[in-house]
């Protein structure tokens, strides 16, 4: 497994925006898929954002599409969320996953690596 740190949460108003940032402990090559989940109160967690290693091809939560971006910095060993025009809604632990192959957007059992997770509120 690989230790994944999180960072860059914290509380924001409505329309407001933040970037959460995962440094990983060890190199993930290009094979690894990241990726963004998040457990909001009294409800499951999801997967918000993922990145497919090497093609660096992004999908998305439809209620996050247009509003946030996934990106990796292979040079920092890092993974990014930037957040935009965020909602109440949106409230909620971010984790940082990864996985050795393709992503999966709905299945967080298939990642063998989690951060500790992050908080990030919005408040109308």
């Known amino acids: 497994q690989v230790q994944l740190t999180e960072s860059g949460g914290g509380s924001v108003q409505a329309g407001g925006s933040l970037r959460l940032s995962c440094v990983a402990s060890?190199?993930?090559?290009?094979?690894?898929?990241m990726a963004w989940f998040r457990q909001s109160p009294g409800k499951e967690r999801i997967g918000v954002a993922t990145i497919e290693g090497g093609v660096d091809l992004p999908d998305y939560d439809v209620a996050v599409k247009g509003r946030f971006t996934i990106l990796r910095d292979y040079d920092k060993n890092a993974v990014y969320l930037q957040m935009n025009n965020l909602r109440p809604d949106d409230t909620g632990v971010y984790s940082c996953?990864?996985?050795?192959?393709?992503?999966?957007?709905?299945?967080?059992?298939?990642?063998?690596?989690w951060g500790q997770g992050i908080q990030v509120t919005v408040s109308a």
């Open positions: 996953a990864a996985r050795s192959g393709w992503c999966y957007i709905s299945a967080d059992y298939k990642y063998d690596s």
């Open positions: 060890t190199y993930l090559d290009n094979s690894f898929c």
